[in-house]
DNA sequence: CGGTATCCATAGGGATACTG
DNA sequence: CAGTATCCCTATGGATACCG
Protein backbone atom coordinates (compact mmCIF):
# COMPACT_ATOMS: atom_id res chain seq x y z
CA UNK A 1 0.00 0.00 0.00
CA UNK A 2 0.89 3.54 -0.40
CA UNK A 3 1.32 4.34 3.03
CA UNK A 4 3.75 1.70 3.63
CA UNK A 5 6.13 2.52 0.60
CA UNK A 6 5.97 5.85 1.65
CA UNK A 7 7.75 4.14 5.63
CA UNK A 8 9.79 2.38 3.36
CA UNK A 9 11.21 5.22 1.24
CA UNK A 10 11.88 7.42 3.88
CA UNK A 11 13.59 5.04 6.09
CA UNK A 12 15.77 4.26 3.35
CA UNK A 13 16.02 7.72 3.01
CA UNK A 14 18.07 8.06 6.45
CA UNK A 15 21.33 7.37 5.49
CA UNK A 16 20.90 9.93 2.54
CA UNK A 17 20.01 12.42 5.66
CA UNK A 18 23.23 11.35 7.02
CA UNK A 19 25.19 12.01 3.94
CA UNK A 20 23.42 15.73 3.59
CA UNK A 21 23.56 16.32 6.98
CA UNK A 22 27.43 15.57 7.07
CA UNK A 23 28.23 17.69 3.80
CA UNK A 24 25.60 20.06 4.09
CA UNK A 25 25.45 23.53 5.30
CA UNK A 26 27.07 26.72 4.03
CA UNK A 27 31.01 26.02 5.46
CA UNK A 28 31.36 22.09 5.92
CA UNK A 29 32.33 21.81 2.04
CA UNK A 30 34.33 24.54 2.44
CA UNK A 31 36.56 23.96 4.98
CA UNK A 32 36.78 20.51 3.82
CA UNK A 33 38.13 21.33 0.54
CA UNK A 34 40.79 24.01 2.51
CA UNK A 35 42.13 21.24 4.35
CA UNK A 36 42.95 18.92 1.16
CA UNK A 37 44.20 21.67 -0.02
CA UNK A 38 46.72 21.31 2.81
CA UNK A 39 45.70 24.41 5.01
CA UNK A 40 46.16 22.85 8.76
CA UNK A 41 46.02 25.66 11.36
CA UNK A 42 42.78 26.99 12.16
CA UNK A 43 44.24 30.94 11.29
CA UNK A 44 45.33 29.36 8.06
CA UNK A 45 41.57 27.67 6.85
CA UNK A 46 40.07 30.69 8.63
CA UNK A 47 41.77 33.13 6.64
CA UNK A 48 41.54 31.09 3.56
CA UNK A 49 37.79 31.41 3.74
CA UNK A 50 36.05 34.45 3.44
CA UNK A 51 32.84 35.65 5.45
CA UNK A 52 33.90 32.68 8.00
CA UNK A 53 33.62 33.73 11.75
CA UNK A 54 35.65 32.18 14.25
CA UNK A 55 32.27 30.98 15.67
CA UNK A 56 31.17 29.25 12.92
CA UNK A 57 34.54 27.54 11.99
CA UNK A 58 35.22 26.46 15.52
CA UNK A 59 31.62 24.72 15.90
CA UNK A 60 32.15 23.15 11.81
CA UNK A 61 35.57 21.69 12.90
CA UNK A 62 34.08 19.75 15.65
CA UNK A 63 31.43 18.58 13.23
CA UNK A 64 33.99 17.21 10.85
CA UNK A 65 36.47 15.92 13.61
CA UNK A 66 32.57 14.15 15.22
CA UNK A 67 32.37 12.80 11.63
CA UNK A 68 35.95 11.64 11.44
CA UNK A 69 36.73 13.80 8.44
CA UNK A 70 39.86 15.35 9.77
CA UNK A 71 41.41 14.80 12.76
CA UNK A 72 42.58 17.34 15.27
CA UNK A 73 46.02 17.71 17.01
CA UNK A 74 47.40 20.17 19.31
CA UNK A 75 51.36 20.58 18.80
CA UNK A 76 53.50 21.66 21.72
CA UNK A 77 54.77 24.89 21.74
CA UNK A 78 53.90 28.48 22.98
CA UNK A 79 51.81 30.35 21.60
CA UNK A 80 49.62 26.71 20.84
CA UNK A 81 49.34 25.63 17.69
CA UNK A 82 46.58 23.12 16.28
CA UNK A 83 46.77 20.81 13.49
CA UNK A 84 44.07 19.94 10.93
CA UNK A 85 44.70 16.69 8.42
CA UNK A 86 42.05 15.08 6.08
CA UNK A 87 41.52 11.61 7.27
CA UNK A 88 41.77 8.68 4.32
CA UNK A 89 37.57 7.90 4.91
CA UNK A 90 37.14 12.21 4.36
CA UNK A 91 38.30 11.00 1.08
CA UNK A 92 35.45 8.40 0.25
CA UNK A 93 33.55 11.71 0.04
CA UNK A 94 35.19 13.14 -3.46
CA UNK A 95 33.31 10.60 -5.47
CA UNK A 96 29.71 11.50 -3.94
CA UNK A 97 31.09 15.60 -4.98
CA UNK A 98 32.28 14.78 -8.20
CA UNK A 99 27.98 13.25 -8.31
CA UNK A 100 26.74 16.24 -7.05
CA UNK A 101 28.87 18.51 -9.19
CA UNK A 102 28.07 16.70 -12.19
CA UNK A 103 24.28 16.67 -11.53
CA UNK A 104 24.65 20.41 -10.85
CA UNK A 105 25.86 20.77 -13.90
CA UNK A 106 23.73 19.01 -15.76
CA UNK A 107 20.78 20.70 -13.60
CA UNK A 108 21.67 23.98 -15.22
CA UNK A 109 21.56 23.24 -18.56
CA UNK A 110 18.48 21.26 -18.02
CA UNK A 111 17.14 24.94 -16.62
CA UNK A 112 18.87 26.91 -19.16
CA UNK A 113 17.56 25.17 -21.82
CA UNK A 114 14.15 25.49 -21.49
CA UNK A 115 14.22 28.84 -20.57
CA UNK A 116 13.14 30.00 -24.55
CA UNK A 117 9.78 28.98 -23.79
CA UNK A 118 9.46 29.35 -20.59
CA UNK A 119 10.51 33.29 -19.93
CA UNK A 120 9.30 33.50 -15.70
CA UNK A 121 11.74 30.59 -14.50
CA UNK A 122 13.18 32.04 -11.42
CA UNK A 123 16.26 29.69 -10.98
CA UNK A 124 17.89 28.28 -8.19
CA UNK B 1 49.98 28.77 -5.58
CA UNK B 2 47.46 28.04 -2.74
CA UNK B 3 44.76 30.82 -2.78
CA UNK B 4 44.74 30.16 -6.12
CA UNK B 5 43.83 26.55 -5.87
CA UNK B 6 41.30 27.40 -3.39
CA UNK B 7 39.79 29.81 -5.68
CA UNK B 8 39.50 27.32 -8.70
CA UNK B 9 38.23 24.45 -6.23
CA UNK B 10 35.34 26.76 -4.39
CA UNK B 11 34.70 27.49 -7.97
CA UNK B 12 33.88 23.95 -8.69
CA UNK B 13 32.16 24.09 -5.80
CA UNK B 14 29.33 26.13 -7.03
CA UNK B 15 27.69 22.87 -8.82
CA UNK B 16 27.71 21.16 -5.73
CA UNK B 17 26.00 24.26 -3.82
CA UNK B 18 23.37 24.65 -6.29
CA UNK B 19 22.56 20.88 -6.34
CA UNK B 20 22.78 20.63 -1.96
CA UNK B 21 20.30 23.60 -2.39
CA UNK B 22 18.13 21.78 -4.81
CA UNK B 23 17.65 18.75 -2.62
CA UNK B 24 18.52 19.64 0.84
CA UNK B 25 16.69 21.05 3.84
CA UNK B 26 14.12 18.97 5.31
CA UNK B 27 11.72 18.24 3.82
CA UNK B 28 12.86 18.53 -0.39
CA UNK B 29 13.45 14.94 -0.55
CA UNK B 30 10.67 13.68 1.31
CA UNK B 31 8.06 15.92 -0.56
CA UNK B 32 9.62 14.90 -3.93
CA UNK B 33 9.62 11.23 -2.84
CA UNK B 34 5.94 11.27 -2.08
CA UNK B 35 5.17 12.47 -5.21
CA UNK B 36 7.61 9.91 -7.12
CA UNK B 37 5.13 7.08 -5.18
CA UNK B 38 1.76 9.04 -6.72
CA UNK B 39 1.25 11.84 -4.46
CA UNK B 40 -0.81 14.02 -6.54
CA UNK B 41 -2.61 16.58 -4.71
CA UNK B 42 -1.82 18.96 -2.10
CA UNK B 43 -3.81 17.77 0.94
CA UNK B 44 -2.62 14.17 0.01
CA UNK B 45 1.06 15.31 0.02
CA UNK B 46 0.39 16.72 3.01
CA UNK B 47 -0.89 14.10 4.77
CA UNK B 48 1.91 11.52 3.77
CA UNK B 49 4.50 13.81 5.44
CA UNK B 50 4.09 13.70 9.37
CA UNK B 51 4.78 17.51 10.83
CA UNK B 52 5.12 19.18 7.26
CA UNK B 53 2.60 21.95 7.61
CA UNK B 54 1.16 23.98 4.84
CA UNK B 55 2.92 26.96 4.48
CA UNK B 56 6.03 24.75 4.14
CA UNK B 57 4.76 22.73 1.50
CA UNK B 58 3.47 25.39 -0.20
CA UNK B 59 6.89 27.21 -0.67
CA UNK B 60 8.81 23.82 -0.84
CA UNK B 61 6.49 22.91 -3.85
CA UNK B 62 7.52 26.06 -5.73
CA UNK B 63 10.77 25.22 -5.34
CA UNK B 64 10.27 21.76 -6.92
CA UNK B 65 8.76 23.49 -9.89
CA UNK B 66 11.03 25.97 -10.40
CA UNK B 67 14.12 23.29 -10.44
CA UNK B 68 11.83 21.59 -13.23
CA UNK B 69 11.28 18.46 -10.59
CA UNK B 70 7.31 18.25 -10.44
CA UNK B 71 4.81 19.81 -12.95
CA UNK B 72 1.78 21.96 -11.33
CA UNK B 73 -1.68 21.43 -12.87
CA UNK B 74 -4.75 23.11 -11.95
CA UNK B 75 -7.58 20.40 -12.64
CA UNK B 76 -11.18 21.89 -13.97
CA UNK B 77 -14.21 21.71 -11.22
CA UNK B 78 -15.18 22.75 -7.92
CA UNK B 79 -13.55 22.89 -5.17
CA UNK B 80 -10.39 23.34 -7.28
CA UNK B 81 -7.75 20.39 -7.32
CA UNK B 82 -4.05 20.91 -8.37
CA UNK B 83 -2.05 17.98 -9.24
CA UNK B 84 1.36 17.70 -8.99
CA UNK B 85 3.53 14.94 -11.54
CA UNK B 86 7.34 14.24 -11.12
CA UNK B 87 9.29 15.24 -14.53
CA UNK B 88 11.99 13.47 -16.33
CA UNK B 89 14.43 15.61 -14.68
CA UNK B 90 13.19 14.30 -11.52
CA UNK B 91 14.49 11.05 -12.24
CA UNK B 92 17.70 11.88 -13.27
CA UNK B 93 18.09 12.86 -9.65
CA UNK B 94 17.90 9.04 -8.29
CA UNK B 95 21.54 8.04 -9.02
CA UNK B 96 22.78 10.89 -7.09
CA UNK B 97 20.25 10.09 -4.71
CA UNK B 98 22.02 6.40 -4.45
CA UNK B 99 25.17 7.49 -3.82
CA UNK B 100 24.32 9.92 -1.06
CA UNK B 101 22.71 6.20 0.45
CA UNK B 102 25.72 4.51 -0.32
CA UNK B 103 28.07 6.98 1.43
CA UNK B 104 25.49 7.37 4.63
CA UNK B 105 25.83 3.51 4.74
CA UNK B 106 29.59 3.16 5.20
CA UNK B 107 29.49 6.50 7.01
CA UNK B 108 27.88 4.59 9.96
CA UNK B 109 30.19 1.29 9.54
CA UNK B 110 32.82 3.66 9.66
CA UNK B 111 31.90 6.00 12.51
CA UNK B 112 30.79 2.77 14.52
CA UNK B 113 33.63 0.73 13.55
CA UNK B 114 36.18 2.93 14.60
CA UNK B 115 35.83 3.66 18.25
CA UNK B 116 38.84 1.14 19.22
CA UNK B 117 41.66 2.63 17.26
CA UNK B 118 42.33 5.70 15.60
CA UNK B 119 44.51 5.22 12.55
CA UNK B 120 43.35 2.92 10.10
CA UNK B 121 40.72 4.47 8.50
CA UNK B 122 40.54 2.89 5.00
CA UNK B 123 36.57 2.63 3.78
CA UNK B 124 36.16 1.04 0.69
C1' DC C 1 -9.64 21.60 -1.90
C1' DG C 2 -5.52 24.50 -2.38
C1' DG C 3 -3.47 27.51 -0.79
C1' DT C 4 -2.20 32.87 1.72
C1' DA C 5 -1.77 35.77 5.58
C1' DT C 6 -0.54 36.52 10.13
C1' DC C 7 1.57 36.10 14.51
C1' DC C 8 5.01 34.29 17.17
C1' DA C 9 8.99 31.35 18.95
C1' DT C 10 13.38 29.80 18.22
C1' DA C 11 17.83 28.52 16.36
C1' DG C 12 21.60 29.89 14.13
C1' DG C 13 24.85 33.24 12.35
C1' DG C 14 27.62 37.75 12.39
C1' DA C 15 30.43 40.88 15.04
C1' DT C 16 33.15 41.74 18.72
C1' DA C 17 35.64 41.16 22.92
C1' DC C 18 38.06 38.31 25.74
C1' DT C 19 41.01 34.17 27.84
C1' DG C 20 44.77 30.53 28.22
C1' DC D 1 47.62 31.24 18.14
C1' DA D 2 43.29 28.88 19.14
C1' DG D 3 39.54 29.18 20.47
C1' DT D 4 35.02 30.86 24.08
C1' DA D 5 31.73 34.01 25.54
C1' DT D 6 28.55 37.48 24.64
C1' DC D 7 25.19 40.24 22.40
C1' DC D 8 22.26 40.92 18.84
C1' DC D 9 19.49 40.18 14.82
C1' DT D 10 17.22 38.04 11.06
C1' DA D 11 15.61 34.04 8.60
C1' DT D 12 12.93 30.02 9.04
C1' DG D 13 9.35 27.27 10.83
C1' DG D 14 5.11 26.04 13.58
C1' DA D 15 0.34 27.11 14.53
C1' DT D 16 -3.68 29.16 13.33
C1' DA D 17 -7.07 31.58 10.80
C1' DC D 18 -8.92 32.79 6.71
C1' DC D 19 -10.11 33.28 1.37
C1' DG D 20 -11.41 31.77 -3.58
Known amino acids: M ?3 EHK ?5 LLPVRDTLDVIGGKWKLLILISIWEG ?3 FREIERSIPKLSTKVLSKELKDLEANQLITRAVLNGFP ?5 KPTQHSKTLKKVILELHNWGINHRKQ ?7 KDNLSVV
Do not use: G, L
Not at 8 to 12: F, I, L, Q, V
Not at 80 to 84: F, L
Not at 111 to 117: A, G, H, L, P, V
Open 2 to 4: KKK
Open 8 to 12: ECTSA
Open 39 to 41: NKH
Open 80 to 84: VRTEY
Open 111 to 117: IFSDKSE
